[in-house]
């Protein structure tokens, strides 16, 4: 049987721990001081890139820096997030570039128009052109992560993550996607594109593998140059930097894929020779296609921070590798240098980075000390003159100077650009070309349009879920189908396709159905993430009610059809096994009907599309957190990288082992509630003054009474501040329309665990509640608790199960672990909850 199990293996991952584990892999790290450079490993080749340095550009450079203050310099080093500064400071303040995370909208508006982000665009522009101070006019740049399609706005192309595309084996469509992604960020005024990502991952564990386009950095490597080339236009060519080519970057330098046991912004311990020979690769295509910037990574190489790393941001990228573009930093990645806080960092632009990417309001301290640090001279005039310079190389090569508000640009509220029909084509394709068919016993596929086919699953009508992490909302989630104008689901595109042949496709989630149908297909798998909360401990797949639909339909005679919506491989053995055929189709974006293509024959009953996907991943034989890779534990494999089968294949994928390799886990394993992000199956929900009831799916949110915004404690956005203005009752807490039996931890002396910051203390009773639907619920005051801790600093709260129980709460059919209500004053932070056994408790009721 297959234990769906998930063990803490992370937890003991301690920095000691670390350092052993990497010790035979380690070489020692070249060393240079601020002022001198490390002698560079000979295998780091010299590059060269194709956009030349210009004599008169230059000349055009020096005479901007002699005009300009130490002010207005530093002021080019910082970047600020649209939440957090207005058109007045970054005039003020003479701040060069402007971001808007993953979430942020113009206005905070998730449904703002392209009009919207235009006329925002233009407010930014020209504040930074106004010099009635007597400054210099110096553009502003905008960055946005439009990592599959311009996917933080409504109606855009959101093409597969690049872990499908990896499978296509087609570096020209990655240049014809890149050309698409960039037409439809010009329409919204934005210059610049924080893409692609180079990463090579190792381990699958990954929170970020979907965003990687193979554990092969050959295929990194071929796609990396293509994919500048479609963002930014060829080199060699009128179309660089035209009106629809814009500014690519490449990133996370380096080896944010290869950090130890896949942890998220951790460390890569390995040799400086398979940081070149594996990591690096792709790299070295995009200098060679000319990309302007480069993102520092968080993570480190055995032990160092990039974001402070000078052997690798100036002796080897910009020095032997010849970038002659600006590195930016990643979401207050500067924070975690040594020696450094998120609001003073010289050794980040000592060591090489040139614009500090500090997205919270604590970037107007950030500027004051590192406008000190330069005068006072720790930050070099040398070094000061050459971040900027960088910085203004890269606007004046993109035209900025030249091209006028984003309003005046050639493709700039072109709304036809936003989900155009020919960039739908390329993604139809792309979804196509993906598709990787792991079984097809009987040669059960393709399937005859005319057929009674049932739909089924939880993913076969749910545009947000085939979209995965980064659509929309930074982790992919609160979404619904009317956010995606013009996109079709995976069951769209099949009762499109169907019907037009004469036959029926009925969609039933939970596959249920009155007729019987002549085969079922079932879409299923990975809910929506991004980075850090979709790190895993293990590679298995908890999808105890997928597999039982499975066997339901199985049981009854009816042949069963898998597509598994997957951003890395899962161990997904039970549900081969409950499978005729069986496809990972990724998470293939806004355009479903490329499924459809291939799963489906033609009018006339012939193949349509044949399979052409293939595995850049090897796909694991157990959930065991194995790394496996080409040369590493080949033998581990279920399916080697590689595979994939084609209509011409008639091969019988036999019976598959079900053990899962996990070892039994303690029934006292804490379950997480929120962890940066409401974890499946409850969503974060707000309940206002006016009983107005809000999903919540942005990062800043006002109702009726009180205000939510997603703040930073450790990393980005990890936490949740509440204030309640004492207008009326206000709740807010996580919600699921499906039960969860948490009576296991009652048993075994459970609480609920969060930790909680309190800035203002509570005006009125505060109760911490648990629902399990009408008149099933129980609350417990903990306003005590809280008008006793110390203002703004953070502890640590345990909740006896056995209160809430005694209060009437059933623990085995919870519908909401944790809400807060209060009709006072409050202002709150909580992080991290779950639901712990054998906790002590600080409210205990015997």
Partial sequence: MKKRILLGVISGLIAGGLGGCGEQKMAAEPQATDATAAQVNDAWPELASPIAQDAAMEARITELLDKMSIEEKVGQLVQVEIRSATPEEVKQYHIGSILNGGGAFPGDDKHASVADWVALADSYYEATMDTSDGGVAIPVIWGTDAVHGHNNVIGATLFPHNIALGATHNPELMRQVGAATAAEVSATGIDWIFAPTLAVVRDDRWGRTY??????????????????????????????????????????????????????????????????????????????????????????????????????????????????????????????????????????????????????????ELYKNTLAQAKSGEISAERLNDAVRRILRVKLRAGLFEAGAPSERAYAGDESLIGAPEHRAIARQAVRESLVLLKNNDNLLPLARNQRILVAGDGA???????????????????????????????????????????????????????????????????????????????????????????????????????????????????????????????????????????????????????????????????????????????????????????????????????????????????????????????????????????????????????????????QEDSRRLQWSGEGNAIAGFFANSRTDLSAYLANQGALVFDVKVDAAPSDAVNLGINCGMECGAEQSITELLKGATPGEWKTVAVDLQCLAKGGAKLDMVLSPFYVRTAGALDVTIHDIHIAANAETDISCG
């Fill in 211 to 364: 965003e990687s386009y193979s554990e092969d950095p050959a295929v990194v490597r071929d796609y990396a140059g293509k994919l500048v080339a479609g963002l930014q236009g060829a080199p060699d060519s009128d179309e660089l930097f035209n009106g629809k080519h814009l500014v690519a970057t490449a990133k996370h330098f380096l080896a944010d894929g290869g950090t130890e046991n896949g942890i998220d912004r951790g460390d890569a311990i390995m040799s400086e020779e398979e940081l070149i020979e594996i990591h690096a690769q792709g790299y070295f295509t995009a200098i060679e296609a000319g990309v302007q910037t480069v993102m520092a990574s968080f993570s480190s190489w055995n032990g160092k921070k990039m974001h402070g790393h000078k052997y690798l941001m100036t002796d080897v990228l910009k020095e032997r590798l010849g970038f002659d573009g600006f590195i930016v930093g990643d979401w207050a990645g500067h924070q975690f240098v040594s020696g450094c806080s998120n609001v003073s960092c010289p050794q980040a632009i000592n060591a090489g980075l040139d614009m500090f990417m500090a997205p919270d309001p604590s970037w107007k």
């Fill in 461 to 715: 009508d749910n545009i947000g879920k085939q979209s995965g992490g980064w659509s929309i909302t930074w982790q992919g989630t609160g979404n619904q189908n009317s956010d995606f104008p013009g996109a079709t689901s995976i069951y769209g595109g099949i009762a499109k396709a169907v019907e037009s042949a004469g036959g029926t496709a009925e969609l039933s989630v939970d596959g249920r159905f009155e007729q019987k149908p002549d085969v079922a297909i079932v879409v299923f798998g990975e809910d929506p993430y991004a980075e850090m909360q979709g790190d895993v401990s293990n590679l298995d797949y908890p999808g105890e009610s997928d597999l039982a639909l499975l066997k339901r339909l199985r049981a009854q005679g009816i042949p069963v059809v898998s597509l598994f919506i997957t951003g890395r491989p899962l161990w997904v053995n039970p549900e081969l096994n409950a499978s005729d055929a069986f496809v990972a189709i990724w998470q293939p974006g806004t355009e479903g009907e490329g499924v459809a293509d291939v799963i489906l024959r033609d009018a006339e009953g012939q193949v349509n599309h044949d399979f052409t996907g293939k595995l850049t991943f090897s796909w694991p034989n157990d959930a065991q957190p194995t790394v496996r890779n080409p040369g590493e534990n080949e033998a581990l494999a279920q399916f080697n990288y590689g595979y994939g089968l084609s209509y011409a294949d008639s091969e019988q994928l036999a019976m598959l082992s079900e053990e899962s390799g996990l070892s039994e886990a303690d029934t006292k394993e804490a379950l997480a509630v929120f962890n940066g992000r409401a974890l499946d199956p409850w969503s974060f929900q707000v309940t206002d003054v006016g009983n107005n009831h809000s999903v919540i799916s942005s990062s800043v949110a006002k109702l009726q009474g009180i205000s939510v915004q997603s703040v930073d404690r450790n990393v």
